[in-house]
């Protein structure tokens, strides 16, 4: 799997949107780019997944740059609930394929 | 709603006991994960599983072994604890035509003393 690279932190004002950059350079064209999410004692939660082209759900919009290097996780509207460590993941998808977190970027929300 | 539950939120054993963390599913995943998780280091897989009775190793398998006799449930054993191990151990699912991502447990604080 592609390695990815994340800014260790971030701060973001509640009620803006915060933008969670990601690199992955290496991206080979089978591999999707997954968000997942952690918050403080809680184990990680599925975000939002794309392979080439934007994507939006209920919790947040992923963009996907035409060369698939970098992508960008948006959270529209961060509220003190988002504060947490964002992990960016590419993957092949395979049935069994195992996830391969890094740091991660630890976001806090701010009043 | 997929639930991943983790038989303990918190679990203190000794040196050289042994130990079994107990992992249930309840929406027919064929994967299974388990991984640990310590400051600093991320989230590393121990071990995983694709199918009842199979078993993968992850990238830290050492000192760990698991036991999948049921589709629904996916134990991780310690054979003998070592302090090493205290750590926070995370199990996860999720289908195996996978779209959706992965389903995580809240999570197991074990404490070797």
Not at chain 1, 23 to 32: A, F, K, M, P, Q
Not at chain 1, 33 to 47: K, L, N
Not at chain 1, 61 to 69: G, M
């Amino acid at each position: 799997d592609a390695k990815t690279t994340q800014p260790p932190s971030m701060d973001c004002a509640e009620g803006r949107a915060a933008n969670l950059p990601c690199n992955h350079s290496t991206i080979s064209g089978n591999e999707y780019v997954y968000w997942y999410r952690q918050i403080h004692s809680q184990g990680p939660q599925y975000i939002i997944h794309g392979l080439k082209n934007n994507e939006t759900n209920e919790m947040a919009s992923l963009i996907i740059t035409e060369d698939r290097k970098s992508s960008t996780l948006i959270l529209p509207h961060a509220t003190l609930r988002d504060t947490a460590v964002y992990y960016c993941i590419v993957r092949v998808e395979a049935a069994g394929n195992k996830l391969t977190f890094g740091g991660g970027t630890r976001v806090l929300v701010k009043p | 709603d997929v639930k991943v539950t983790q038989s303990s939120r918190y679990l203190v054993k000794r040196t050289g006991e042994k130990v079994f963390l107990e992992c249930v599913q309840d929406m027919d995943h064929e994967n299974m994960f388990w991984y640990r998780q310590d400051p600093g280091l991320g989230l590393r897989l121990i071990y995983f599983s694709y199918d009842v009775k199979m078993k993968e190793k992850g990238d830290i398998p050492e000192g760990y072994s698991v036991s999948r006799e049921k589709k629904e449930r996916f134990s991780l054993i310690l054979e003998s604890a070592s302090t090493n191990q205290t750590s926070m151990y995370l199990c996860a699912s999720s289908l195996s035509q996978f779209l959706y991502g992965y389903t995580f447990g809240s999570g197991t604080r074990l404490t070797v003393v």
